[in-house]
């Protein structure tokens, strides 16, 4: 099972980024899915999760402003970031949740300048 992330790149205070991630591979289906992030001198945190049934879930700092997706079909998931903020500058790793085994993405760099 292999995750590939696209989308990162720089951008400035209050414009917009869209991450995708297709998880591609031997498997029946994907269950979670979702993004973590982590900035410079920080833990990794999840910024943003969505169900095999499409529930999705938010780290408060995001809600509002970002909005998950997946396309159950094509194995992909996809992170709209719009009023982006510096403080939003971190690595973004997409993951999966096949069965019960966690995979990742390699992260990519997502910068928001001031």
């Known amino acids: 099972v292999q995750l590939q992330a696209s989308g990162g790149g720089l951008v400035q205070a209050g414009g917009s980024l869209r991450l995708s991630c297709v998880v591609s591979?031997?498997?029946?289906?994907?269950?979670?899915m979702g993004w973590y992030r982590q900035a410079p001198g920080k833990q990794r945190e999840l910024v943003a999760s969505?169900?095999?049934?499409?529930?999705?879930n938010y780290v408060d700092s995001v809600r509002d402003r970002f909005t998950i997706s997946r396309d159950n079909a094509k194995n992909t998931v996809s992170l709209q970031m719009n009023n982006l903020k510096p403080e939003d500058t971190a690595v973004y790793y997409c993951?999966?949740?096949?069965?019960?085994?966690?995979?990742w993405g390699q992260g990519t760099l997502v910068t928001v300048s001031s």
């Open positions: 993951y999966a949740k096949i069965m019960t085994q966690d995979y």
């Open positions: 969505v169900t095999r049934d499409h529930i999705t």
């Open positions: 591979g031997s498997f029946f289906s994907v269950n979670g």
